[in-house]
């Protein structure tokens, strides 16, 4: 997941620690994106790949890691990101999966109900990152109240792969 606590939402204090956010995603992420195109790739990319997207305004890409869960041919991350904005105006984007390259079109998708379905299932799979959400996981199962908190500053990536075959 990748979640900007500089941007505006209405997303508890308990899941955006601005300054110190801020300070790891700056060394985190380039860390992170130096290990997925890597060898190294193996020990992280189950759950977290490279997304790159065009920017809107400036036509240029950028590149940033994210956690996701796969289903078939279909990708989901979360984010609350203000770079999310791109991806609305420029759906078209590169993944970097497993150590592979795949191309697929992202969709925003805001409606509260799916993204709580959604980062419901995803914490089950990656409960690791329920802090980013500030939501707790009690048994494998996260929180629902806090999920549906979550839901509403929490935008669903939902990337549909090129390659319809779903394998890998």
Same mark, same amino acid.
């Given at each position: ?42 020990? $992280?990319?189950?759950? *977290?790949?490279?997304?790159?997207? &065009?920017?809107?305004?400036?036509? +240029?890409? !950028?590149?940033?890691?994210? #956690? ?46 799916? $993204?709580?379905?959604? *980062?419901?299932?995803?914490?089950? &799979?990656?409960?690791?990152?329920? +802090?980013? !959400?500030?939501?707790?996981? #009690? ?30």
């Amino acid at each position: 997941m990748t979640v900007d606590p500089t941007s505006k939402s209405s997303a508890p204090p308990r899941a955006q620690n601005v300054d110190v956010m801020v300070r790891l995603i700056r060394v985190i992420n380039p860390a992170m994106t130096w290990v997925l195109r890597s060898r190294l790739h193996r020990f $992280v990319s189950k759950d *977290i790949l490279l997304l790159t997207f &065009r920017g809107r305004k400036s036509g +240029r890409y !950028y590149t940033t890691p994210i #956690s996701y869960v796969r289903d078939g041919n279909r990708v989901h991350c979360f984010t609350n990101a203000p770079w999310l904005k791109n991806l609305q105006a420029c759906p078209d984007v590169a993944l970097l999966i497993a150590g592979k390259q795949r191309d697929g079109n992202a969709k925003v998708i805001t409606d509260p109900p799916r $993204v709580a379905a959604a *980062i419901t299932d995803f914490l089950r &799979r990656v409960p690791r990152d329920a +802090r980013f !959400y500030g939501v707790r996981m #009690s048994r494998g199962e996260p929180n629902q109240e806090q999920v549906l908190e979550a839901a509403s500053y929490v935008a669903l990536i939902e990337t549909t792969l090129a390659d319809a075959t779903g394998a890998d």
